[in-house]
């Protein structure tokens, strides 16, 4: 009789359940200049112990957060295994490498799901295997690529995490016939635009918006009071920024991108630093960089207004028939694909992934991908 040929399952149905937990956690987080990363401490007999999630640059890493709930709570967690949905990090960013908390913690068991390919981040698996912790790789990866798919597109690219923000009425407009927009949102919209201004690294208008609104596009509070943390604020176009405009301040933070391109201004900032930015307008600038496919995240405060006329959100994406449509999918993270703002509604979309479509479907076939209709 032919020996029993026995292997060992790369990881364990604790492990796997744990990993889901993780993936669930990620999502808390909002999206920006670092990923979701979601953490799971399991127990050796298989129980869930402490759950992490990053919520976003220059806060504690997933794992991180994961180890200090569970001390607060008085859990120990030697000899457990931290499963977590990136390779913990390895580096002094503005928080300490995780590796050094899970060593700390007596943590004897690392599973993760994807390499974390961020350079000064990677390496995190070689010092915990040299720390003797156990490192295993690989589950859900699939997973978590797809949680941050257009994040790790962005690192490749070497460009910043772009997200886009457009403040539109009922009929698309993003202002009236005269220019006017301020404003469209309600107060509980533009604090949410303001607490992103605060975590992201740089804000973008169009030379025309910086013209017509004179905007100031640093981050603030209900009261006006500047928040301790600064977006540089940049103005993309071939015009000059006009000598008294608000938007340049007295910070040196006002910086003027004179391109058309917008690769090329997400070029420029990424060289002097900026890992996200919020592009907010106008019209032309939101097109060029839906576009040019550069757009990672939209979020769109929809009011309950009507113009019926004036300024479209967007002027053309060179879609002239149906099947160019460009086509987006409701995020799940950082609250939700939709939320209640006072008396807007907030809608979170990233882009689909790309499918190559037959560019003639057949009739039955598209008869069946609409249920019949
Ligand atoms: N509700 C909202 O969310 C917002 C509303 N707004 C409103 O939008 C209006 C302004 O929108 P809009 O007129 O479209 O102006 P934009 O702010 O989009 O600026 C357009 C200008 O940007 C320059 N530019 C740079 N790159 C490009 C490109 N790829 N394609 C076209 N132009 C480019 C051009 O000027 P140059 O000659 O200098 O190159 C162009 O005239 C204002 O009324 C403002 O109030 C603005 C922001 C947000
Ligand atoms: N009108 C409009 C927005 N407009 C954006 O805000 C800019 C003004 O910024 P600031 O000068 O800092 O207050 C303006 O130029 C445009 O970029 N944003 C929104 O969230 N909701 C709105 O209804």
Not at 112 to 129: F, I, K, Q, S
Not at 131 to 152: D, K
Not at 257 to 278: C, F, I, K, Q
Not at 344 to 368: F, G, M, N, Y
Request: hydrophobic fraction near 40%.
């Amino acid at each position: 009789m032919a020996a029993e040929l026995r292997v060992a399952a790369p990881f364990t149905p604790a492990e796997v359940q744990a990993m889901e937990h993780a993936l669930e956690a990620a999502l808390q987080g909002p999206r920006g200049a670092n990923p979701l990363v979601g953490a799971v401490v399991v127990s050796p007999d298989g129980r869930e112990l402490a759950t992490g999630y990053h919520r976003g640059a220059g806060t504690a890493h997933a794992e991180a957060d994961a180890v200090a709930r569970a001390r607060e709570a008085g859990v120990d967690l030697a000899g457990c295994t931290m499963v977590v949905t990136l390779e913990p990090c390895n580096h002094v960013g503005r928080t300490g490498p995780c590796t050094e908390a899970i060593i700390a913690a007596g943590i004897t068991d690392v599973v993760y799901a994807v390499d974390d390919p961020h350079d000064p981040a990677a390496g995190g698996a070689a010092t915990l295997r040299n720390a003797g912790i156990s490192v295993r790789s690989g589950l859900a990866a699939a997973e978590s690529l797809e949680l941050n798919r257009r994040w790790f597109e962005a690192v490749a690219e070497k460009r910043p995490f772009t997200t886009l923000h457009i403040a539109q009425t009922l009929d698309g407009r993003i202002a009236a016939e005269d220019g006017t927009s301020q404003w469209i949102s309600s107060p509980e919209s533009l604090a949410d635009n303001h607490g992103i201004r605060s975590r992201i690294d740089a804000i973008l208008v169009g030379t025309q918006t910086v013209a017509v609104d004179n905007p100031r596009l640093n981050a603030r509070d209900a009261s006006g009071n500047p928040a301790a943390r600064q977006p540089v604020r940049a103005v993309m176009g071939l015009r000059d920024i006009p000598e008294h405009a608000a938007i340049l301040g007295d910070d040196g933070l006002a910086v003027h991108l004179p391109t058309r391109d917008p690769r090329e201004a997400l070029t420029t900032l990424y060289a002097s630093g900026t890992r996200h930015v919020m592009v907010e307008g106008g019209s032309r600038i939101l097109s060029a960089f839906l576009t040019a496919g550069l757009v990672d995240e939209l979020i769109v405060y929809l009011a309950p207004t009507l113009l019926g006329s004036g300024t479209p959100s967007l002027d053309g994406l060179g879609v002239s028939t149906l099947p160019d449509a460009q086509h987006w999918e409701w995020d799940a993270s950082d609250g939700g694909p939709v939320r209640t703002l006072g008396r807007d509604l907030r809608l979170h979309l990233k882009p689909q992934r790309h499918v190559a479509l037959d560019p003639q479907p057949s009739r039955e076939a598209a008869r069946q991908a609409q249920g019949g209709y």
